[in-house]
């Protein structure tokens, strides 16, 4: 199985700042025969189901605002928050689908400092 | 509108066994892959497994944790997806979701979530 491993495990930040996120996967989930991650992103608040933010590791989700942007290849991957709002607190779980069993990173908590 | 709507959640003792429906509608159900995905308490998501459409035999695919346990299925004539539990442990009680992968490629990321049905395994 591919672990999915995200830190930090939870951050808080100044609304306006910068929030970063990293997931490293155990094995890459590049696939060169068409050049592609095979990465998702999800923002999941409470008491709600997760929501897709990303995928194709850097594919932003139609009408998900432009402050959120993914990166990364291989094996590192990055969820940035460029300008965080209040609005943003929650879970953020990366989620890789390049082999089943699909599996999750455990989950980063964003606060607002 | 996209809306996934999971019903037959509950209390069950260890060892015993519930059915969870998810209702799909608002898209053709039958062309898309079809998953449930758990989450215990305050935990972190764990996929379950899934269910491929008609053009791919409606196959489907277990996490190791309920192989043997659960069974997928689902009827297209209804457009809904079943997750049968059997044998179930404490350690199954979560919220569980029913998600759609966006396309039938096989590979792909989960683009919708239901609300969640919440299972409780306790004596």
């Known amino acids: 199985d591919i672990v999915m491993t995200q830190s930090p495990d939870s951050l808080a930040v100044s609304l306006g700042e910068r929030a970063t996120i990293n997931c490293k996967s155990s094995q890459s989930v590049f696939y060169s025969s068409n050049n592609k991650n095979y990465l998702a992103w999800y923002q999941q608040k409470p008491g709600q189901p997760p929501k897709l933010l990303s995928y194709?590791?850097?594919t932003r989700e139609s009408g998900v605002p432009d402050r959120f942007s993914g990166s990364g290849s291989g094996t590192d991957f990055t969820l940035t928050i460029s300008s965080l709002q209040a609005e943003d607190v929650a879970v953020y779980y990366c989620?890789?689908?390049?082999?089943?069993?699909?599996?999750f990173g455990q989950g980063t908590k964003v606060e607002i400092k | 509108e996209v809306q996934l709507v999971e019903s037959g959640g509950g209390l069950v003792q260890p060892g015993g066994s519930l059915r969870l429906s998810c209702a799909a509608s608002g898209f053709s159900f039958s062309d898309h892959y079809m998953n449930w995905v758990r989450q215990a308490p305050g935990k972190g998501l764990e996929w379950v497994g899934r269910?491929?459409?008609?053009?791919?035999?409606?196959?489907?695919d277990y996490a190791p944790s309920v192989k043997g346990r659960f069974t997928i299925s689902r009827d297209d004539s209804k457009n809904s997806l079943y997750l049968q539990m059997n044998s179930l442990k404490t350690e199954d009680t979560a919220v569980y979701y029913c998600a759609r992968e966006f396309d039938s490629s096989g590979y792909s990321y989960f683009d919708y979530w239901g609300q969640g049905a919440l299972v409780t395994v306790s004596s």
């Open positions: 989620h890789q689908y390049y082999t089943t069993p699909w599996t």
């Open positions: 269910t491929r459409n008609k053009a791919n035999s409606y196959n489907t």
């Open positions: 194709w590791a850097s």
